[in-house]
């Protein structure tokens, strides 16, 4: 049985009370008024409630086609039902171009009132769910939810903030796994093409010919397993965001059919006469010097100054160290709930050791680090430095706490201790390597390893 509530405006007593008794029986709430004022006073204190409002046409203080835009505004997820005694299809028409869901003839059967409700309510309720999605897509994508505060972050999103809402084309520069799809994807949501595609392609994932067909599209017929006609990205992105990751890696002669695209909106399909009309919004991204690569004729200078109309520059994660603490943290308490498992703890040793750690594969290796410790420490034990890869111990070797006393390098044990320690990270673990490099045994190596307990 349906369920929803539903607002019926009008002045005829009786039958408005006949109608809303009718609705109720078939499971819907009905909030009543007897006028336009009444009515859009309900309406404001119940505009999240209310599904669908069924309007007479002609109230007393309001006329139905002129209510409609004012019912719209107060609630625009809701369908609006007009009914009339007297309807005419001139009428019936400019309700509909107006936004009503559909325009009745009071006397008609009752069920076909009921049909036309139930079918109000239920585009209604996908409307809502639409948005909900759509609102939470946007926030996950938000430039609100990109973890960090270091300057240098803080800089890239507020430039990218301001472009958002314009339809310039981006360039976003900056190391591979810095973020910059998550920059591409936090401009689309915050900006007006937000309810549109987002549609992005990785130009060095494809071969010259399979690139060519995936963004531009085919007609069938083109070539040799062309079966039907293909839509490209372009086309698919159409009203929304195209993201171009790593644009550098595009062929010379796609960069000059991408150019005609930005310049004129238009392109045409692979084994086409006739162009195509696109209203696409261009992100592009690079982990190359772009303007380097024009300058020494590796790039098209054109089409890198067409995409580069406002620079993002998304910094590695060696310019926020800052910020290393609190994506640790959320990466921790990520994959805890992906694992059903209550977050680990570090150590203060490891957690010093993530921050001095360089970090050459930015924040898609911090991640990547921690999903590994996620999985292999065991939930009762804190994460210590000895969880971590090789790399990371030995930033932690190098960069000892600042609190944490130093090691007496005049005592000859601890000193060897931590020689021996070093050479074996260095070495990966292997332990003839390490016992060449050191210049010993390797039976004098293990004796060693079990005296320092290493």
Request: net charge negative; charged share 25%; with cysteine.
């Amino acid at each position: 049985m349906p369920t929803g509530t539903l607002l019926l405006i009008d002045d005829e007593g009786p039958l408005r009370q006949a109608i809303a008794r009718m609705l109720e029986l078939e499971g819907y709430t009905v909030l009543q008024a007897p006028d336009a004022r009444r009515g859009l006073e309900t309406l404001q204190q119940h505009a999240d409630e209310v599904l669908v409002i069924l309007s007479d046409v002609k109230l007393p203080d309001g006329f139905g086609l002129d209510l409609l835009p004012r019912y719209q505004a107060k609630a625009p997820l809701a369908e609006v039902i007009l009914l009339t005694a007297f309807g005419t299809i001139t009428d019936g028409v400019q309700a509909m171009k107006q936004g009503a869901f559909d325009y009745l003839t009071k006397g008609d059967s009752d069920d076909q009132l009921v049909v036309v409700v139930d079918r109000a309510v239920e585009k209604a309720q996908l409307q809502r769910r639409v948005a909900e999605l759509e609102k939470k897509v946007g926030t996950q994508y938000s430039f609100e939810s990109m973890i960090g505060h270091a300057p240098a972050l803080e800089q890239a999103k507020r430039t990218a903030r301001q472009v958002a809402q314009t339809d310039a084309t981006v360039l976003l520069e900056g190391p591979t796994g810095a973020g910059k799809e998550l920059f591409a994807q936090a401009i689309h949501y915050g900006s007006p093409r937000r309810s549109k595609p987002f549609v992005a392609l990785n130009c060095s994932a494809f071969p010259k010919d399979l690139l060519e067909s995936e963004l531009f599209g085919y007609k069938k017929g083109a070539f040799t397993g062309a079966q039907a006609d293909k839509k490209g990205l372009l086309e698919e992105a159409s009203g929304g965001t195209l993201f171009l990751d790593e644009i550098g890696e595009l062929d010379v002669m796609l960069q000059a059919k991408l150019l005609r695209v930005l310049e004129t909106q238009e392109f045409t399909k692979i084994g086409d006469t006739r162009p195509t009309r696109v209203n696409v919004r261009v992100v592009a991204a690079t982990n190359r010097n772009l303007r380097q690569e024009a300058e020494q004729g590796h790039f098209r200078a054109d089409l890198y100054y067409r995409l580069s109309v406002v620079v993002v520059a998304v910094p590695p994660l060696s310019a926020r160290r800052s910020d290393v603490p609190l994506l640790t943290r959320f990466f921790l308490l990520h994959f805890a709930a992906k694992l059903r498992r209550r977050p680990l703890e570090l150590t203060p040793e490891a957690l010093q050791a993530l921050e001095n750690y360089p970090w050459p594969g930015n924040v898609r290796e911090l991640k990547n680090v921690l999903e590994r410790a996620s999985i292999l420490t065991p939930p009762d034990q804190p994460l210590t430095v000895d969880d971590l890869p090789v790399e990371l111990q030995l930033a932690a070797l190098n960069n000892p706490r600042p609190d944490a006393p130093p090691p007496d390098e005049r005592n000859l044990r601890s000193a060897e201790k931590q020689h021996i320690q070093r050479v074996l990270l260095e070495e990966h673990g292997n332990k003839t390597e390490t016992a060449r490099v050191l210049g010993i045994a390797l039976t004098t190596l293990y004796r060693k390893i079990q005296d320092y307990g290493l």
